[in-house]
């Protein structure tokens, strides 16, 4: 069975500090593993994917996750968090066709 | 345009009243599913096909059936709806069923069932 834990349920940020989201997960296998992002009243979309390649994995919008297998972990930061930021953040991780998504992470970015 | 469309955007119903959700993708995709949005929970998967004729449970499947009998299309069917399934639902499909497959999400429905 997979899960996924996303360790924070709401980050408060300055403009032009850094965001991390932290996530882990667990999976039998060699998942993919995913962050979506929601803004209000709208669908989700990509922000970047892991499937084995490099285990730095650079997104949209300046968003970027590291793979860290021996902690199970794929956080995902930003250098400089924008107004344009505050959004409901998912973590996902994919494994021949189910998914498990994270309860996910509201930011809140602070003028 | 490249797009998920799901009907209704918004429904309030009772307890009940059978109801269809509408999910179709223009993009020739194999791979479809369907996930509740509740808050506090993230999205949990309802169903999910791989292809044609080929539907399977996610996680929260109870009080729910799916059909594909076209590519394109994967209705999302409440035979007989009650108020633990007010929530908002998405659909979304992708070119196959690797987890590396990047999702496309319909924009979501919201139910209420009073």
């Known amino acids: 069975a997979q899960s996924v834990t996303q360790l924070d349920s709401h980050v408060s940020v300055s403009e032009g500090t850094p965001v991390l989201l932290r996530c882990n997960y667990s999976?039998?296998?060699?998942?993919?593993l995913f962050w979506y992002v929601q803004h209000p009243n709208k669908g989700l979309q990509l922000l970047l994917k892991y499937t084995s390649a490099a285990t730095l994995v650079k997104g949209i919008n300046g968003f970027e996750a590291e793979f860290k297998k021996s902690e199970t972990s794929f956080h995902l930061t930003k250098p400089s968090a924008h107004m344009s930021d505050a959004a409901e953040y998912f973590c996902?991780?994919?494994?021949?066709?189910?998914?498990?998504f994270g309860a996910g992470t509201t930011v809140t970015v602070r003028a | 345009e490249a797009q998920v469309t799901q009907n209704p955007r918004y429904l309030i119903t009772v307890t009940g009243k059978k109801l269809t959700v509408t999910c179709s993708q223009n993009?020739?995709?194999?791979?479809m599913s369907w996930y509740r949005q509740d808050p506090g929970l993230g999205l949990r998967q309802i169903y999910y096909s791989m292809n044609v004729e080929v539907t399977d449970k996610g996680d929260v499947p109870e009080g729910y059936k799916v059909s594909r009998k076209e590519k394109r299309n994967f209705p999302l069917i409440l035979e007989s709806p009650s108020p633990n399934q007010t929530s908002l639902y998405f659909c979304?499909?992708?070119?196959?069923?690797?987890?590396?497959?990047?999702?496309?999400f319909g924009a979501g429905s919201r139910l209420t069932v009073l």
């Open positions: 996902v991780v994919s494994d021949r066709g189910k998914l498990s």
């Open positions: 979304a499909s992708s070119v196959g069923f690797s987890g590396a497959n990047v999702l496309t």
């Open positions: 993009m020739n995709h194999e791979y």
């Open positions: 999976s039998s296998y060699s998942p993919s």
